[in-house]
């Protein structure tokens, strides 16, 4: 708990607000969590440390997210984006290995860009299509790109979500498949990361804590996503993370 001792009560009290946000956010459009996690946590903790706060969260609310609709929906799912997942797989335990020798402002631009991007090309409702003949190329360009992005920065979303859009899933299947492919994708970020000392025994107390936060923000985000209007929520959803990217471009450039 030194980590916490450290922070201080207002470090803490910033740390579960950013995380009762995260969740909310989640909750109510399936993704984000990872990036508004580092986004915010990465201001006052070095980008290591706040990559191994968010394991735990990231892990438990998309496990939640996944089975949402039972079991056999999450393992149909499993099933049909078994290509996806293998190759983000491998190449997330690949790039994951970099984490302890990439400098900060690397990471920094290597989360924000494409977050960024992104988030603005769908503010403009750009919708990639992606024909059927080339639909299993796409699965493997994204899903290595996914990976590899995940890997260095626990942040795997905004390809995913873009390779879900192009592909017209329905918004119960893609918020479904996201949780299947991030939740197996933070167990394998998890995984990694015990052999980088990226999860260690300083971060994983406040990891744990940070579950609180996550879990009671998902519980009222998921609400949002049943009762209220999915697309203006989203619309504010992609600024937010259009806001999240840009910052963390400034504090890679600055």
């Not at 946590?41 to 706060?53: E, K, M, R, W």
């Not at 394991?55 to 799912?77: E, F, K, V």
Request: aromatic share 8%.
């Amino acid at each position: 708990m030194e980590l916490i001792g450290n922070l201080g009560a207002g470090g803490v009290l910033l740390m579960f607000l950013i995380g009762l946000f995260a969740g909310l956010v989640k909750g109510a459009v399936g993704f984000a969590m990872p990036t508004i996690l580092i986004s915010g946590l990465s201001s006052f903790l070095p980008v290591d440390i706040a990559l191994g706060v968010l394991i735990l969260p990231t892990l438990a609310t998309n496990m939640a997210q996944a089975l949402r609709q039972g079991l056999d929906a999450a393992w149909d799912t499993i099933r049909r984006f078994r290509l996806f997942l293998i190759v983000g797989f491998v190449c997330l335990v690949t790039s994951a290995q970099l984490v302890p020798v990439l400098a900060p402002r690397t990471l920094f631009l290597a989360i924000g860009i494409p977050v960024t991007i992104f988030a603005v090309v769908q503010l403009f409702r750009w919708r990639p299509q992606i024909r059927p003949e080339m639909r299993r190329r796409a699965e493997v360009a994204m899903a290595a790109i996914a990976g590899s992005i995940g890997g260095v920065s626990g942040v795997w979303g905004p390809p995913t979500v873009l390779y879900l859009t192009a592909i017209d899933a329905p918004k119960r299947d893609s918020v479904r498949a996201q949780g299947v492919i991030y939740g197996l994708g933070a167990l394998a970020l998890m995984s990694a990361h015990l052999m980088t000392g990226v999860v260690s025994s300083a971060t994983l107390p406040v990891s744990s804590l940070m579950l609180i936060p996550a879990g009671i923000g998902m519980w009222f985000g998921f609400q949002v996503q049943d009762r209220l209007d999915q697309e203006r929520f989203r619309k504010l959803t992609l600024f937010v993370l259009m806001i999240a990217g840009l910052n963390l471009i400034r504090r890679g450039l600055v």
